[in-house]
């Protein structure tokens, strides 16, 4: 099985919704923290951590741990093995580029094995992408779109009334796209009370499974549509489905004709989210200009790509997003999700023809063409796409953006991230009447 293939199942299992959940803390924990405040150094700077096993908030004596400290996603630079019986502080060293530095430290307690990690960030407003953007990158992408207006949507909406609300209404809708017969289905969530509102296009994280719909902002006043991205009904009763396309066909989804840029599996996923808001500007419920879209991980990545290629889009918000500085493994650093050019993928997938197509479709080159206001958020401990990707993409953007580091997530969120995010995009979207 291939590292993405056991990593889409995990995220089909433990990760239903593009917004990923806070875990809870176990029993026993391992305590990496930077010594300073914010996690952020300068170059040069040399950085300390502070290690320490927990049971509940006490400290576990006699402990064996073994630590790792190196640049994200690359061999460690210090690798040794320490018995602590209470909280210890190594000099982790520095960084001469902007990067991030990590401390990975392990332990077995009764036979289990524990995990903590912090990383530390050296100038990370300076990080710049090692990828490009070819010369005819624009050109590529107005046609593809030109294309996919000829597909007639062909929309079919199907009442799910066990999920209406006495405010909303909850549909099934599945419209067509790319080409001729190739669906894209979603939940669509529409305010009852007559009117007019804004829409807000919410992309998906990675995996295949179904989806709720989001009624908490349409209860607010705001249609949304929230899409799945493989062709698939998004309502299937039998999750049995969804887990067998995880591990047979759809795999390894991202890897799919990656060295033809015409027939590689996110040609279809981009356009299906062009073809997403082409619904939503066609409802007669839609106010005609408050357009936001909104995801993260694969849905970040998603998000980038709408609101860079559709210019009906108005605001956008994006957490943790993957596909992004594609290439950075081939640079000795940390490379976006799904690492397809990383030391275990770089024999079968780091070739010319793999390359050039994936800046094609690399989130930093959507990001450069980004005009319009983002807000952005992501942890420095994310493992799955890291940290030194996503300000790859960040540092490009030139429109007005906000961004909320929240220094100890990995690959989830805190759930007042949420409620951040979700405060902002109603707030730019509900026009506050005088």
Known sequence: MKVYQYLTLVLFVLLPFAGFTQPPLPLYYVSVKADHPDWNYKRGEKVKFTIAVKEHDNDLPNCKIQIQVGPEQMPPVINETKEISGPIIINGGTMTEPGMLRCIVTTVIDGKKYRGLATAAFDPYEIQPTTDMPNDFEAFWNKAMEQNKKIPMDAKLTLLPERCTEKTNVYQLNIQNFRNGSRIYGILCVPKAPGKYPALLETPGAGIRSYPGDIELAEK???????????????????????????????????????????????????????????????????????????????????????????????????????????????????????????????????????????????????????????????????????????????????????????????????????????WLVNKLIVKKE
Not at 253 to 263: A, E, G, Q, S, T
Request: net charge neutral.
């Open 221 to 423: 006043g705001i249609i949304t549509l929230q899409i799945g991205i493989h062709g698939i009904p998004v309502i299937l009763p039998d999750n049995s489905v969804y887990y067998g396309l995880a591990a047979s066909g759809l795999s390894d989804y991202p890897f799919i004709n990656l060295d033809n840029r015409d027939k590689y599996y996110y040609k279809r996923v981009y356009m299906g989210c062009i073809r997403a808001n082409d619904y939503l500007c066609s409802m007669p419920e839609f106010d005609g200009t408050n357009l936001a879209v909104y995801g993260g991980s694969q849905g970040g990545l998603l998000s980038i790509v709408t609101a860079a290629l559709d210019k009906r889009v108005k605001y956008m918000a994006a957490q943790y997003p993957a596909m992004s500085d594609l290439t950075g493994y081939l640079h000795n650093r940390a490379g976006g999700w799904p690492h397809m050019f990383n030391k275990n993928n770089a024999a079968a997938y780091a070739t010319p023809e793999k390359i050039a197509t994936s800046k094609y479709f690399d989130a930093v080159n959507f990001a450069r063409l980004i005009a319009i206001p983002g807000f952005y958020s992501w942890g420095y401990n994310d493992e799955t796409c890291p940290p030194t990707t996503a300000f790859s993409a960040y540092n490009v953007i030139t429109a007005p953006k906000e961004l909320w580091i929240t220094q100890e997530a990995g690959h989830w969120m805190f759930p007042e991230t949420h409620i951040k995010i979700n405060n």
